[in-house]
T-cell receptor
Framework: EDKVVQSPLSLVVHEGDTVTLNCSYEVTNFRSLLWYKQEKKAPTFLFMLTSSGIEKKSGRLSSILDKKELFSILNITATQTGDSAIYLC???????????FGKGTLLTVNP | GAVVSQHPSWVICKSGTSVKIECRSLDFQATTMFWYRQFPKQSLMLMATSNEGSKATYEQGVEKDKFLINHASLTLSTLTVTSAHPEDSSFYICSGTGGQLISYEQYFGPGTRLTVT
């Protein structure tokens, strides 16, 4: 059974701090790893990673994948209160488009 | 990015009644749509995968006779919760992929919050 484990489950920081969110996975026939941000509604897409060692960056967010060690990290620098959300990691494997989600990391950024 | 809409955004129904949730891809043809359920403080759990014109594939533990999925067109999929019970109260989210989307990207609808009293 495919498995995605995120850590920590929750994190409280102050504005301006840098955070690192972790995602490890076990999946057959790995295709890609995706990060999503979920506020009060449905998740919004952040990154899709398919190759090891290539950092993807969008503003203050960046992510990298290690396919040998089966994990990915999501970094957020200079955090803002608007970064407060649940960050979900999902892995696609197998022969279809099915995603397996981790439980998410609840990030709270205090002013 | 591609846009997926859901209707209704929230619904309250009485135990024993049926509720239909619509999921529409507004600017792409969703050859594949997914239905997820999310309980409070839990992650998204895939319920079923539907390909346009085919029967849905349900995940283990999801009752196909209770959660009826129809994907009759490339822009519309529906989930009907039949004989709803309070334990079916949850946040239901659909996502779609296909058409001209970058391979394997899924775009999520805004979700439907179902409360069964």
């Amino acid at each position: 059974e495919d498995k995605v484990v995120q850590s920590p489950l929750s994190l409280v920081v102050h504005e301006g701090d840098t955070v690192t969110l972790n995602c490890s996975y076990e999946v057959t026939n790995f295709r890609s790893l995706l990060w999503y941000k979920q506020e009060k509604k449905a998740p919004t897409f952040l990154f899709m990673l398919t190759s090891s060692g290539i950092e993807k960056k969008s503003g203050r967010l960046s992510s990298i994948l290690d396919k040998k060690e089966l994990f990915s990290i999501l970094n957020i620098t200079a955090t803002q209160t608007g970064d407060s959300a649940i960050y979900l990691c999902a892995v696609r494997g197998g022969s279809n488009y099915k995603l397996t989600f981790g439980k998410g990391t609840l990030l709270t950024v205090n002013p | 990015g591609a846009v997926v809409s859901q209707h209704p955004s929230w619904v309250i129904c009485k135990s024993g009644t049926s509720v239909k949730i619509e999921c529409r891809s507004l600017d792409f043809q969703a050859t594949t749509m997914f239905w997820y359920r999310q309980f409070p403080k839990q992650s998204l759990m895939l319920m079923a995968t539907s390909n346009e014109g085919s029967k849905a594939t349900y995940e283990q533990g999801v009752e196909k006779d209770k959660f009826l999925i129809n994907h009759a067109s490339l822009t519309l999929s529906t989930l009907t919760v039949t004989s709803a019970h309070p334990e079916d109260s949850s946040f239901y989210i659909c996502s779609g992929t296909g058409g001209q989307l970058i391979s394997y990207e899924q775009y999520f609808g805004p979700g439907t919050r179902l409360t069964v009293t």
